[in-house]
């Protein structure tokens, strides 16, 4: 049997390590988040020119609330300053912009922003860049759990109509359709750990974990990662064809 190349649609990335690449550094944690954030754009490109589809990136977790009051305070104005700085790059790209989270309880300059980045790329056709902000798994699997209850309450949905498909549709990545699943997660930074990511979409992704902190993450790096990935075998589950 002919190998073919896996295509790659969906990418994921956990952007770690911002902070640690800082303190190397002897400069204070933000730097390092500043740092993280113009990759951002570097690596958006780089993904554009490869053909991805859907490019998701972590950048803050639910849990990350707890860091103190100040580097909140400089992680909720970075999709301001992402956006002063890159919207021009994104248009000229044909870039759509997505995000994923609970947007519910942003400080509202974040949140109009965020609503103003989709609005402006809602017609965009190319790449979308779909930021997991204020995003946990295990409560978006919660709010499935929820919505897909009160349908069967409401007496729309019998339980036995429930499938993988009924719980898939009601995740924040249900509207990426068949790009919905990251057939590739890269993690930076050394540590092999999902943190609450996307953990129904994963369940057949191919993981890949890189020692380099974000900030010096490359678009030659993800040149690799990605060559590595077309010659993986995926098997969804199933028994290889040349093994059979
Ligand atoms: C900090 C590495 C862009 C991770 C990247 C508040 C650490 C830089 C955004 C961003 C962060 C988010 C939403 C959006 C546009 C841009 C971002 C955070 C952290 C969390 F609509 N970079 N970035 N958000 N860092």
């Given amino acids: 049997m002919g190998k073919e190349k896996n295509q790659l649609n969906h990418l994921a990335i956990i952007m770690d390590g911002n902070g640690r690449w800082a303190r190397k550094r002897h ?8 740092e993280g ?5 570097r690596i958006t490109l780089a993904a554009d020119k490869l053909g991805i589809k859907v490019l998701t990136l972590y950048a803050f977790s639910t849990e990350n609330w707890a860091r103190p009051k ?20 994104l248009m000229k790209n044909n870039v759509k912009v997505n995000i994923m989270g609970y947007l519910d309880h942003l400080p509202k300059a974040t ?31 919660v709010s499935a759990a929820q919505e897909i209850s009160k349908l069967v309450k409401e007496g729309k949905l019998e339980i036995d109509q429930i499938t993988e498909n009924t719980i898939s549709n009601h ?18 930074s ?13 369940a057949y992704s191919e993981l890949a974990f890189s020692e380099k902190a974000w900030p010096d993450f490359t678009e030659d790096d993800l040149n690799q990662f990605v060559e590595n990935y077309q010659t993986r075998n995926r098997r969804f589950g199933k028994v290889n064809e040349s093994d059979s």
């Fill in 27 to 34: 400069k204070p944690r933000v730097f390092g988040h500043k």
């Fill in 111 to 141: 949140y109009d922003v965020v609503k103003k980045a989709m609005s402006e790329t809602a017609q965009n056709t190319g790449l979308v860049l779909n930021f997991a902000f204020n995003y946990g798994s295990r409560k978006e699997i």
């Fill in 37 to 41: 954030m113009n990759n951002v754009e």
């Fill in 70 to 89: 100040e580097e909140v305070a400089y992680l909720m104005n970075l999709p301001v300053k992402f956006f002063d700085k890159f919207m021009p790059t």
């Fill in 190 to 202: 050394g540590e092999q750990r999902i943190s609450n990511f996307l953990l129904w979409q994963i």
């Fill in 171 to 188: 995740l924040m990545t249900a509207k990426f359709g068949e790009y919905q699943d990251p057939d590739l997660l890269i993690r930076t």
